[in-house]
């Protein structure tokens, strides 16, 4: 079965200093990976996504994450935090069609990240 | 603009009292699907539709029940809500073609609670 991993609740980073969410992935196959983020009381926004090709993915608000596939880990990162970066940030891989799979997302449990100014 | 769309955001009902979320989207997507938020527990599926008059279940559909009649709607029906059922509610979607590599567009959620 597939599965997400975010092993820390919380990372909490001075503005303007870097920032790293941390994420790994058990999967069959080629993954297909996620970054989603939830500010309070709002839904959850998709920031970037790997398929396949470049190991760097940049996405939404200056983000990016790193695929490792020797590592098998996804790690969302920012040069420079904003006290705005602050919320809940989920990993994800997408489930695999057919053979009774669903086409869900597979979340991780989810990291707050606190920015303090 | 492009949006998924729950109503209400905020609701307070009573054991048993049958109740109906509705979801609506603009983007003409095929995939839809609901999911529960709970702490601790993360996002769980609930029901998907992978197009009109196409429903399945997901990890939790206990106790809900969903109907896709038109492309743009995906009403989650709650027909005999239980307090296990309070939690934060989330509609999404995609395209179908190429759905494993699609991202899920998310409502605002609905925040439900069963006394």
């Known amino acids: 079965a597939q599965s997400v991993a975010q092993p820390e609740d919380q990372v909490n980073v001075a503005e303007g200093n870097p920032l790293t969410v941390k994420c790994t992935y058990s999967?069959?196959?080629?993954?297909?990976l996620f970054w989603y983020v939830q500010y309070p009381n709002r839904g959850l926004q998709f920031l970037l996504k790997y398929i396949t090709g470049d190991n760097l993915v940049k996405g939404s608000y200056g983000f990016e994450a790193e695929f490792n596939k020797s590592q098998t880990s996804f790690h969302l990162k920012k040069p420079s935090a904003l006290v705005s970066d602050s919320a809940l940030y989920f990993c994800?891989?997408?489930?695999?069609?057919?053979?009774?799979?669903?086409?869900?997302?597979?979340f991780g449990q989810g990291t707050t990240l606190q920015v303090k100014p | 603009e492009a949006q998924v769309t729950q109503n209400p955001r905020y609701l307070i009902t009573v054991t048993g009292k049958k109740l109906t979320v509705t979801c609506s989207q603009n983007m003409n997507h095929e995939y839809m699907s609901w999911y529960r938020q709970d702490p601790g527990l993360g996002l769980r599926q609930i029901y998907y539709s992978m197009n009109v008059e196409v429903t399945d279940k997901g990890d939790v559909p206990e106790g809900y029940k969903v109907s896709r009649k038109e492309k743009r709607n995906f009403p989650l029906i709650l027909e005999s809500p239980s307090p296990n059922q309070t939690s934060l509610y989330f509609c999404a979607s995609s395209l179908n073609q190429r759905l494993e590599n699609s991202p899920l567009h998310f409502g605002n959620g609905t925040r439900l609670t069963v006394t």
């Open positions: 999967v069959s196959g080629n993954p297909y």
């Open positions: 994800a891989v997408r489930d695999r069609i057919g053979s009774g799979n669903t086409g869900k997302l597979i």
